[in-house]
């Protein structure tokens, strides 16, 4: 978009007081991730539960000088405002002008399940046939979907953007925004049905978004979509694809060899498949569909989809030497994924930061301007240093301003040394692909391991807004990052949660906590388990305190004082309801008040924690701790004369027992997508995945053996492969010997012979087409985190918490 401030106002018949004349390019709503303030307006939006005019300020500060806002606030003098009724409809107003008024094909995604893959393949395919606008990450909502297309400008041929819905009604008002020419349906499942009466309901809903489409290419082995859509569409040109052979593009079965082959209106084409998962191949046959609706010839199609890569892999941030962290941008570089990344770096707060940036290939703008818009990105980042690499962007190294080296290729910056001199810094590396920076990123990695765990961020907040949509808006939450957030790395999950403002992280030792504050985290933190002999660094650190016994507040009282603190010191009271491990009992409550009374203490907090809110069977005696914990709460508040906030739910009582939420709500395993109640386990993302890769493949014949003391015997020639994890990475031994088994595709081969120190070897016979170095799932996916849990005898939260520190963790964000 491109408007002057004025006619935004007359647009969207809003006032406006200060410089009319002022452009608008963007609107930015979250005040943490503007990545440029050129021709930005920041947009506080007001929801049930936050109030974005509480960061405007923040906005101001960094130098936003256009606010768009329900209020005015005469205080920031300096700044132009847009003041609207409501800042929701002001956007939608504004979107549907602008969509309306422009010229590109568009693409409008929309269906249960893979509308973000399917939009991020087809861009992967199409960018650089047209000039290509799509959703940012998964923009669909009623306020993600208008931003998403006030994106658009003059140059943009074609636009793909996603469509969700939560509610009945939202999807007529979204049409009204947004109408596209090729419509998309995905699969239809029941992940967002709760607020639907039926899934006939949802598809009628979800239709509504083609009511002006030219083309619907819909998933057709839904039956009740399929009617539906030839029901009210019968006029419009119709494509189904899936995977049954009644669609008119699906997927021919019994095929022998690797390759798979899609019938497209009669038409073969076949591809070498890497996974064969249902919903990849239906995903497949989609973006084929489309691919063939825009006019791309066959040849073209196979080869596009031959090159795509998995979306998760966009942008991963690892580890580096020298305590740098490395954020690798592995998918290919125009203008928009360089915003991304840049709007992904500002999510660190390391204040030192480098660029490696290439050219730019395969697009057809002007490079003069390409580059100078590229400058200018780069400029207000303020990085150290800037690493050109390309003949091409290096003749513009002129418009940078920071220190800059120019390359003519890769192995050039690599043989330079310079990039091995940083330390602790963060540095994107985001390049085209032929320019082959993974090399980079191989250098600079911390640890040469294939064994990594890899910890998707994107899940962990999904998790955590699905706990959040189980309870009332104003509950609080607290996320548990005790013992390395379960394994995960308590810094990163810390630092993930804060920025998206959790309201308290616990934490079990003072240590923990202390790491936590040093590495720059500021949110409240609660230590679970303070010892003795950790006061003065509770104090130190601003950390608060469980306190469980006369004996523990008489302790940190004493440190308190010795510390001179000079206000109460915030504490949280843990109650004894029926666990039995820490916390004051009935009979303590009098002198627990009487005790409390003359010191400089305040009680933040009163909690207890359920023993057994995952087992259904024990429901009795957790409603009989929810009693206790009622009665001994409400008789502290009632004597303390003021009210501390209450809490008592884990994980699973936020699911099986919300009624008991009181004020805050404290989440765990839950986050990382686990539940032993299977139909909320449907409703999370896995989080963590422990992947390998073979190093090995041996052919055994008959009577050889594998591994220390000969434990496995072959009675016939097999196939062993060797994999590079044991039990100094967390793998109990007692998974050896056919116990366990890991993944490979979407198979499971078992472990043979005794488990090794830093390896274990897997039968791979009746898995075909294995290679050296083929990933290898040792846990979530295939076996799930639960199987591998069954096969250690043992239970989720220890085989997490097993995984050993030399285990290179990477963590996923969009
Ligand atoms: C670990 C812990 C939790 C989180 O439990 P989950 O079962 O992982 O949800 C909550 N409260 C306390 C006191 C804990 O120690």
């Keep these: 978009m491109n408007y002057t401030v004025q006619e935004i106002s007359a647009i969207t018949q809003s006032r406006s007081i200060g410089d009319k004349k002022l452009r608008i390019r963007n609107i930015a709503f979250d005040s943490r991730t503007i990545y440029s303030i050129q021709d930005t307006a920041f947009i506080a939006i007001n929801t049930h539960k936050n109030s974005g005019e509480k960061f405007i300020e923040s906005a101001v500060d960094r130098g936003i000088r256009v606010i768009i806002s329900e209020h005015h606030y005469p205080q920031f003098e300096e700044v132009t405002w847009i003041i609207v009724e409501n800042a929701v409809d002001f956007l939608q107003q504004l979107a549907a002008y602008h969509f309306g008024h422009a010229r590109i094909k568009s693409i409008g995604i929309t269906g249960s399940n893979g509308k973000t893959i399917l939009k991020e393949w087809l861009y992967q395919c199409l960018w650089n046939e047209f000039s290509t606008v799509k959703s940012p990450k998964s923009f669909n909502s009623q306020i993600g979907l208008p931003l998403s297309l006030l994106q658009i400008n003059d140059s943009h041929e074609l636009g793909i953007f996603e469509v969700g819905i939560s509610k009945p009604g939202e999807m007529q008002k979204l049409e009204q925004i947004f109408h596209p020419q090729i419509g998309l349906l995905t699969h239809i499942g029941n992940a967002h049905a709760a607020n639907f009466r039926s899934e006939q309901q949802l598809i009628e809903e979800k239709v509504i978004l083609f009511k002006n489409s030219e083309v619907i290419i819909y998933n057709g082995d839904n039956i009740l979509t399929d009617k539906k859509i030839k029901d009210l569409y019968s006029g419009k040109k119709l494509i189904s694809y899936g995977l049954s052979a009644s669609n008119q593009v699906y997927l021919q079965k019994n095929v022998k060899d690797e390759d798979l082959i899609v019938q497209y209106f009669g038409e073969e084409l076949s591809f070498p498949a890497h996974q064969r998962d249902e919903a990849t191949l239906t995903n497949a046959l989609a973006l084929i569909t489309v691919l063939k609706e825009l006019n791309l010839s066959n040849e073209k199609v196979i080869e596009k989809i031959n090159a795509l890569k998995s979306i998760e892999m966009r942008l991963e941030a690892i580890e580096g030497i020298k305590s740098n962290i490395i954020i690798n941008d592995s998918f290919n570089l125009d203008l928009d994924s360089l915003k991304t990344a840049l709007q992904f770096?500002?999510?660190?707060?390391?204040?030192?930061?480098?660029?490696?940036?290439?050219?730019?290939?395969?697009?057809?703008?002007?490079?003069?301007?390409?580059?100078?818009?590229?400058?200018?990105?780069?400029?207000?980042?303020?990085?150290?240093?800037?690493?050109?690499?390309?003949?091409?962007?290096?003749?513009?190294?002129?418009?940078?301003?920071?220190?800059?080296?120019?390359?003519?290729?890769?192995?050039?910056?690599?043989?330079?040394?310079?990039?091995?001199?940083?330390?602790?810094?963060?540095?994107?590396?985001?390049?085209?692909?032929?320019?082959?920076?993974?090399?980079?990123?191989?250098?600079?990695?911390?640890?040469?391991?294939?064994?990594?765990?890899?910890?998707?961020?994107?899940?962990?907040?999904?998790?955590?807004?699905?706990?959040?949509?189980?309870?009332?808006?104003?509950?609080?939450?607290?996320?548990?990052?005790?013992?390395?957030?379960?394994?995960?790395?308590?810094?990163?999950?810390?630092?993930?949660?804060?920025?998206?403002?959790?309201?308290?992280?616990?934490?079990?030792?003072?240590?923990?906590?202390?790491?936590?504050?040093?590495?720059?985290?500021?949110?409240?933190?609660?230590?679970?388990?303070?010892?003795?002999?950790?006061?003065?660094?509770?104090?130190?650190?601003?950390?608060?305190?469980?306190?469980?016994?006369?004996?523990?507040?008489?302790?940190?009282?004493?440190?308190?004082?010795?510390?001179?603190?000079?206000?109460?010191?915030?504490?949280?009271?843990?109650?004894?309801?029926?666990m039995n491990r820490l916390g004051f009992k009935e009979a303590d409550l009098a002198p627990l008040l009487e005790a409390l009374r003359h010191k400089n203490l305040r009680v933040e907090s009163i909690f207890s924690h359920l023993s057994s809110s995952d087992m259904p069977s024990e429901k009795e005696f957790t409603l009989r701790q929810m009693a206790i914990f009622r009665k001994n709460s409400d008789t502290l508040i009632k004597n303390l004369g003021y009210s501390p906030i209450r809490h008592?739910?884990?994980?699973?009582?936020?699911?099986?027992?919300?009624?008991?939420?009181?004020?805050?709500?404290?989440?765990?395993?839950?986050?990382?997508?686990?539940?032993?109640?299977?139909?909320?386990?449907?409703?999370?993302?896995?989080?963590?995945?422990?992947?390998?890769?073979?190093?090995?493949?041996?052919?055994?014949?008959?009577?050889?053996?594998?591994?220390?003391?000969?434990?496995?015997?072959?009675?016939?020639?097999?196939?062993?492969?060797?994999?590079?994890?044991?039990?100094?990475?967390?793998?109990?031994?007692?998974?050896?010997?056919?116990?366990?088994?890991?993944?490979?595709?979407?198979?499971?081969?078992?472990?043979?012979?005794?488990?090794?120190?830093?390896?274990?070897?897997?039968?791979?016979?009746?898995?075909?087409?294995?290679?050296?170095?083929?990933?290898?799932?040792?846990?979530?996916?295939?076996?799930?985190?639960?199987?591998?849990?069954?096969?250690?005898?043992?239970?989720?939260?220890?085989?997490?918490?097993s995984i050993a520190p030399r285990v290179k963790r990477i963590y996923i964000k969009d």
Excluded at 345 to 356: F, T
Excluded at 437 to 452: A, G, Q
Excluded at 671 to 691: A, T, W
Excluded at 726 to 750: C, E, F, H, S
């Design 345 to 578: 770096l500002k999510e660190y707060n390391k204040p030192q930061k480098s660029l490696v940036l290439t050219d730019i290939v395969g697009v057809n703008s002007n490079a003069e301007e390409l580059y100078t818009e590229v400058a200018d990105l780069v400029n207000e980042q303020h990085f150290n240093t800037v690493f050109l690499i390309g003949e091409v962007i290096t003749r513009f190294s002129h418009l940078f301003t920071s220190e800059i080296f120019t390359f003519n290729n890769t192995q050039e910056l690599i043989d330079s040394k310079r990039l091995t001199e940083i330390n602790n810094q963060i540095i994107l590396l985001k390049g085209a692909r032929k320019f082959g920076i993974e090399r980079l990123k191989d250098i600079l990695e911390l640890r040469k391991h294939d064994t990594v765990l890899e910890v998707n961020l994107n899940a962990v907040l999904h998790n955590i807004n699905y706990h959040k949509s189980l309870l009332n808006p104003g509950t609080k939450m607290m996320a548990m990052v005790k013992a390395n957030a379960y394994g995960l790395g308590s810094y990163e999950i810390a630092e993930f949660l804060q920025h998206h403002h959790i309201d308290y992280l616990g934490v079990a030792y003072a240590d923990e906590g202390v790491e936590l504050r040093k590495k720059g985290i500021t949110a409240p933190i609660i230590v679970m388990n303070p010892e003795q002999h950790s006061y003065e660094a509770v104090i130190e650190y601003n950390l608060e305190p469980e306190i469980y016994s006369l004996r523990v507040l008489e302790l940190f009282n004493d440190a308190v004082q010795k510390a001179g603190y000079d206000e109460r010191y915030p504490i949280h009271i843990k109650l004894e309801t029926g």
């Design 648 to 801: 008592i739910l884990n994980s699973s009582g936020i699911t099986e027992y919300p009624d008991y939420q009181y004020d805050m709500v404290r989440i765990g395993i839950g986050m990382l997508g686990e539940s032993q109640n299977s139909d909320i386990k449907k409703q999370l993302r896995p989080v963590v995945s422990f992947k390998t890769v073979i190093s090995q493949i041996l052919q055994i014949q008959e009577g050889e053996s594998v591994g220390y003391s000969r434990r496995y015997k072959a009675d016939h020639p097999a196939k062993i492969a060797t994999i590079p994890v044991g039990y100094a990475d967390g793998i109990p031994r007692l998974i050896g010997n056919q116990v366990g088994k890991v993944g490979i595709g979407k198979k499971l081969a078992p472990i043979v012979g005794n488990v090794c120190m830093d390896m274990m070897m897997i039968n791979i016979d009746d898995i075909p087409h294995v290679k050296e170095g083929d990933p290898v799932i040792l846990f979530n996916g295939q076996p799930s985190l639960k199987e591998f849990a069954g096969y250690c005898n043992t239970i989720t939260y220890e085989v997490l918490t």
